[in-house]
């Protein structure tokens, strides 16, 4: 099946910093998205980005699908910005998301 | 406009007792998967369901079984609990992709289930 890797594994952010985080894939993609899981479990939904840029407030993200690449910055980063983000992708047909292990991001004030 | 709902958020078993775990999907939505996710660790895919029939299936035991009611919501169950079984289960929906794949999925908030 397809891989998911994404890094760094773990990222310590001072208040107001910028971070990039990134999402490799070892095959084509139908679908890929991006997804903040907050302390309590929830998974909450950044961006649906296929391809291409998208922007959300101080959140961005650019997927180059040819590349089999996504990259999610987040400028001015906050202390609720902690967490961990994930990056999930599928393949063209009835194929379920399969996600990346991961980054654990910590925004210390 | 309601989001995922899921029942319970928390619970505790013994092992070798069964759980059902529910999950309502987002307004519109007729497609739920369902996913485990161990400590440390992204979501697992269990299984997806449509039009109350099983879609697809990830590598995961016959002691893992679903069902999907008319009104499209979902519940999950599990025989012959393990301690490997405590975990975050996590409940998707979605309206299938017109060009194939699982669609832009929502996440509830979970049920963390906890076998001692």
């Known amino acids: 099946g397809i891989q998911v890797e994404q890094s760094p594994p773990d990222l310590i952010l001072q208040e107001g910093a910028n971070s990039t985080l990134r999402c490799n894939f070892s095959?084509?993609?139908?679908?890929l998205q991006w997804f903040h899981q907050n302390p309590w479990g929830q998974l909450i939904n950044l961006f649906y980005i296929p391809s291409g840029t998208k922007q959300n407030g101080r959140l961005s993200a650019t997927t180059v699908a040819t590349e089999r690449y996504s990259l999610l910055y987040i400028s001015s980063s906050q202390t609720t910005d902690s967490g961990v983000y994930f990056c999930?992708?599928?393949?063209?047909?009835?194929?379920?998301?399969?996600f990346g292990k991961g980054t654990r991001l910590s925004v210390i004030a | 406009d309601a989001g995922v709902t899921q029942s319970p958020t928390h619970l505790i078993k013994t092992r070798g007792q069964q759980v059902t775990l529910r999950c309502s999907p987002k307004s519109g939505h007729d497609t739920v998967s369902w996913y485990q996710q161990a400590l440390g660790q992204g979501p697992q895919f269990i299984f997806q369901?449509?039009?109350?029939?099983?879609?697809q299936r990830g590598n995961f035991p016959d002691r893992f079984s679903g069902h999907q009611f008319p009104n499209y919501s979902s519940e999950l169950n599990v025989n012959a609990l393990l301690l490997g079984d405590s975990a975050l289960y996590l409940c998707?929906?979605?309206?299938?992709?017109?060009?194939?794949?699982?669609?832009?999925?929502?996440f509830g908030e979970g049920s963390r289930l906890t076998v001692l």
């Open positions: 999930a992708v599928d393949r063209p047909g009835n194929t379920p998301l399969v």
């Open positions: 998707a929906s979605s309206y299938p992709s017109i060009i194939g794949g699982s669609g832009e999925l929502f």
């Open positions: 095959d084509s993609v139908n679908n």
């Open positions: 369901y449509y039009e109350e029939e099983e879609r």
